[in-house]
């Protein structure tokens, strides 16, 4: 089976910084305190001549309006309110109409179907208090992609506000969950970061866990028990195609890619001690990093791939721990109460992202990379396994609900979370969903 | 009944090691003595007249005494039925994080092979897994599920 998710994703063409010159940045978002007061947005359907136009020009506002709106950081505007309508804005918007409602940015844009059958889409954000355009820009696609389209407008609305790289043409893959806890069938699954274009990419004959993307997505690597043997293995999303990771005499577990994608870095099991190894995937050379008695596995590469952050019991409990790439340096980063597992470094480089268990409960935190500042942005029975956006402000986790005395409940779902702690939300799966990873921003 | 009496002693085990009062369920099936119709050297007869199974404390791996003493039967019970071949299975508790549990199912199944190979089974009749915290024997999210879960299972193959 074939699954041509980025096949498709090749025709977005950017083409082309549509108006006048984006005017001072006079208003903007600061996204690195918690927001209060979200910006108010009129995002107005998106102006089309004909019926199909319309009703893609409307679906895309559709789309942009949800992924501002869940970002926590802007309120887009009922419709209702709007006074001028699609026909008048489509030559220029009446400012005043716009402040009266107390819309501080505005979105318009425009669908066209061209003759041989693609989508023109173009789309302005205007200032309404300046009355200036902030940026415009225009795309052909097929129009089978007009949902990224909308993802990309939102990117860049999201960016010349907040002044930081958005995060909505990403896609996150995941564990799809169903069944009795006791015979839980676990399957990959693969959709865009709002719930949509939802795909399985395992039939659940065999437990798979912890799947991650490579940097250009294109593969995702994860472990999987096929045949009884648990082994990481690499999924090529183009193909369907999976392969093993080299040929180990152990339990391979816990992988992720490098930052370069060259190398996967992982744990390997054997006679009761676990260590983690890196292995290049165009040589097959397997490196040791770690060489001791206890527990060392979860490992985590910092962006520049100069360090790892890896989780070890040697001082007798869980820890988080960093060393050199090479295995060297090593040092212990935490030191409060309870235990911490799981950590993975931010895309930026400035934190690290960790579960923590004390006290019965759980919690998911943040910490800089010498494990100073921590701080802990939720709780609960069982939260786990962080996973950053690709900008580094958004974090997915996922929540599991405390079964009953029958066994009965352990809802089990994927969560958002801002950096801040604020603005947690469920997103939506068809199924329980555990183990989330969301890719970079698609190429 | 001999085995019966080891099996409370490994419950009292885990009342000390985590402090609610598991029900009996918690007990091996182990104690209900040679049922007929059970094939000798079979999985069933494994089960129910040795006892397949050994439990742990939280985040531990290390043996007890109890558990040390249902290998000792298993051993003698491999010694018996010499073309039995055997995978043990490591398993955790949900009070963990996914990774570090799949380390911690390997290392208490190291150590019940390691227990076995001990009592003179040959290595090469023996085979493990872990199943980190994802095989759960009680779907409860309680002590005494949990305690029930934190096991190494001996599985004839």
Redesign the interface.
């Known amino acids: 089976m074939t699954y041509r998710l980025l096949a498709s994703f090749a025709f977005v063409w950017f083409i082309v910084a549509i108006g006048a010159a984006p005017a001072r940045a006079e208003l903007e978002i600061d996204i690195t305190r918690g927001v209060a007061e979200p910006m108010p947005i009129a995002v107005t359907d998106f102006y089309g001549e004909g019926r199909g136009e319309k009703s893609f020009g409307a679906n895309i506002a559709g789309v942009i309006a949800a992924d501002l709106e869940r970002s926590g950081l802007f309120r887009p505007l009922d419709k209702k309110a709007f006074i001028q309508d699609a026909e008048s804005l489509n030559v220029l918007p009446r400012f005043g109409d716009w402040r009266i409602i107390n819309s501080q940015a505005l979105v318009q844009g425009r669908v066209e179907m061209t003759v041989d059958g693609r989508l023109r889409v173009e789309f302005r954000l205007w200032d309404v208090l300046a009355e200036q355009q902030m940026v415009g820009m225009a795309y052909f696609t097929i129009p089978g992609n007009w949902r990224r389209v909308a993802h990309i407008i939102a990117d860049a609305i999201y960016k010349r506000i907040t002044g930081e790289d958005g995060y909505f043409d990403t896609r996150i893959v995941y564990i799809a969950e169903s069944g009795?806890?006791?015979?839980?069938v676990?399957r990959l699954a693969i959709m865009d970061q709002d719930g949509e274009n939802h795909k399985y990419l395992t039939d659940g004959a065999d437990?798979v866990?912890?799947p991650r993307f490579s940097p250009d997505q294109q593969e995702i690597t994860y472990?999987s028990y096929y045949q009884?043997v648990?082994r990481v293995y690499i999924f090529d999303i183009e193909s369907g195609r999976q392969e093993i990771l080299g040929d180990f005499p152990?339990?391979t577990?816990?992988p992720r890619f490098s930052p370069d994608g060259k190398s996967v870095i992982f744990?390997m099991?054997k006679?009761?001690?676990?260590e983690i190894f890196t292995m290049e995937l165009a040589t097959r050379k397997v490196r040791q990093l770690t060489r001791h008695s206890a527990?060392d596995?979860?490992p985590s590469m910092s962006p520049d791939a100069e360090r790892v952050v890896f989780?070890s019991?040697r001082s007798g409990?869980?820890q988080l721990y960093t060393m050199n790439a090479n295995g060297t340096n090593v040092k212990r980063i935490t030191f409060k109460k309870g235990r911490y597992?799981?950590p993975v470094w931010s895309p930026r480089g400035d934190l690290i992202a960790f579960?923590r268990?004390y006290r019965?409960e759980f919690y998911i935190g943040v910490m800089r990379p010498d494990g100073s500042g921590e701080r802990l942005l939720t709780k609960g029975?069982?939260v786990?396994?962080p996973t950053w956006s690709p900008n580094g402000r958004v974090l997915m986790f996922f929540r599991?609900e405390?079964?009953?005395?029958?066994?009965?409940?352990?809802k089990t779902r994927v969560f958002s979370i801002d950096l801040t702690g604020h603005n947690e939300r469920e997103v939506f799966t068809p199924q329980d969903a555990s183990?989330p990873a969301w890719s970079p921003l698609i190429p | 009944m001999r085995f019966k009496i080891v099996s409370l002693i490994a419950v009292a085990g885990l009342v000390a090691a985590c402090g609610t009062a598991p029900t009996s369920e918690t007990a091996t099936t182990s104690g209900q003595g040679a049922a007929s119709g059970i094939v000798a050297g079979s999985a069933e007869d494994l089960k129910v007249n040795v006892g397949d199974r050994v439990f742990f404390a939280f985040?531990k791996?290390n043996l007890t005494a109890a558990a040390r003493y249902t290998l000792q039967q298993q051993a003698a019970w491999l010694k018996t039925n010499t073309a039995v071949n055997v995978t043990i299975e490591g398993h955790c508790d949900?009070?963990?994080?996914?990774?570090?549990n799949?380390?911690?199912g390997?290392?208490r199944a190291?150590?019940v092979s390691?227990y076995l190979t001990s009592q003179g089974i040959a290595a090469n009749r023996i085979s493990t897994?872990?199943y980190g915290k994802?095989?759960?024997?009680?779907?409860?999210?309680?002590e005494t599920?949990w305690a029930k879960n934190r096991r190494g299972v001996t599985v004839v193959k």
């Not at chain 1, 009795?180 to 839980?184: A, E, G, L, V, W």
């Not at chain 1, 006679?271 to 676990?274: A, C, M, P």
């Not at chain 2, 994802?134 to 309680?142: C, V």
């Open positions: 009795p806890k006791t015979k839980r676990k437990m866990l912890t472990m009884g648990p152990g339990m577990y816990a744990s099991a006679d009761g001690n676990s527990i596995t979860s989780n019991d409990s869980q597992a799981t579960t268990i019965g029975f069982l786990e396994a599991q405390p079964s009953d005395q029958y066994g009965r409940g352990g183990d | 985040d791996y949900e009070r963990g994080t996914r990774e570090y799949l380390a911690l390997e290392r190291t150590a390691d897994i872990s994802e095989r759960p024997e009680d779907a409860a999210s309680n599920a």
